[in-house]
């Protein structure tokens, strides 16, 4: 087979199958918006001050010959942020806004498959918002159709999102797209799923909010691989600190970030440093109003997000809504023991009590009651920073494409071999 993979991007879990793909021999091409590479003239411009962002954008050399980009409406993208011209980049309606960023890729995809399938492509494989061109052209041309969902499907996620904004209206702002995207595009994402022959989920989170949606067609569960860590067992002496808790995402609710707000005000304790790293979705004196004393670390490199992980001591990601949220295997990676929501997509990464807990969903009640734990039991941290360790080590990049890649193959020889079948029956 010959894949052609599409992302605007390049997220960890795209970057892991483009590469899986091209060290199988199985990549056809990779089309992005804007991708460098080692020692590439992009990759010098990416060490200019106010071009940093380019970094983001820095792919494995095994890709360089099979990317293909398309970074006009990325590039208008990132000078209207950098201006702050928020008119161009508003939700869905912006001239720049990410959804025309996606649509645009996948229009200029789907024009290349008559001219890419004479080349050998016999598969595509696309995201959630930028696949709708991609698949329509793919089924005229009998080419297979590959749909990677990395977050819960739009209706699992609008009906608890609309239900946070009821329970938790100050903080209904925070929710963004997930309960004001329009009925169009809600319904660009149900014609993605039902043009896709084979659907890619990271965990049963995702694969169960399909449900009979997906009946006639492969599915495939590949979790997400974790960072490689040649560290050695992080070690947890406090020294009469405060118990360090990690949040790490977008400050919003759908990340949960106001239960463990609650949280951390039941337990009115000193014991405890709430450290928040991640976007703002509101100003920061909102957050300071809900919880004045947290300490804010806005983004940065993954590489100084990972340090910053090494220096904590617990992290907590109670979210309403999530697909697999990879933050959880690099914490963990790093040593921290874990106090997540089934729904973040990572119940299988909790042992109950070994590597973390497992807590419901909007309950600061039960988030408390861990972190509690955590401080009446602090001579069990190093041993559950071993077994996160040890556990996140167990999921690796390389088993999540191996497993994807030979799902497809197996429905690839199987769809060949009916195929013969009805032709010699005919």
Known sequence: ????????????????????????????????????????????????????????????????????????????????????????????????????????????????????????????????????????????????????????????????????????????????????????????????????????????????????LISDKKLIVSPFGSPENNLSTKKTTRNN???????????????????????????????????VLGSLLRELPFYRKQLPNFTYEPTRPHAEVLSLMRSCDVFCLPSIVEGRALVIQEAMSQGLPVIITSNTGGKDLVIEGETGFEVPIRSPDAIAEKLRWFLDNPNQLDQMSANAQRHSASYSWAGYTNKIILEIEKYLKKNCVANDTSQYLG
């Open 1 to 212: 087979m010959k894949v052609l993979v599409s992302h605007p991007t390049g997220n960890a879990n795209v970057r892991a199958i483009a590469k899986g793909f091209a060290e199988a021999g199985n990549l056809h091409s990779f089309y992005t918006t804007i991708a460098t590479f080692p020692d590439t003239t992009l990759d010098k411009l990416a060490r200019l001050p106010g071009l940093s962002e380019l970094k983001r954008r820095n792919f494995d050399a095994v890709l360089h010959a099979r990317t293909r980009t398309y970074p006009w409406f990325e590039v208008g993208r990132m000078i209207s942020n950098k201006a702050g011209i928020r008119s161009l980049t508003a939700h869905e309606s912006g001239v720049f806004c990410v959804d025309k960023v996606y649509h645009s890729l996948d229009k200029y995809v789907a024009s290349q498959l008559p001219g890419l399938q004479k080349s050998g492509l016999t598969v595509v494989y696309a995201y959630e918002d930028g696949a709708l061109e991609t698949f329509r052209q793919a089924k005229k041309l009998g080419i297979t159709c590959v749909y990677e969902l990395p977050i819960a499907f739009w209706e699992t996620s609008r009906k608890l999102l609309l239900e946070e904004a009821v329970r938790l209206p100050d903080w209904s702002e925070t929710l963004a797209g997930g309960i004001s995207d329009s009925e169009k595009k809600l319904h660009r994402k149900s014609m993605e799923l039902e043009l896709a022959d084979i659907i890619v989920t990271p965990g049963s989170f995702v694969a169960d909010s399909l449900g009979s």
């Open 241 to 275: 600190r405060p118990l360090r808790v990690l949040f790490a995402g977008s400050m919003g609710q759908r990340k949960g970030l106001a239960d463990l707000f609650e949280a951390i005000k039941i337990l009115n304790t000193k014991e405890i440093e709430l450290v």
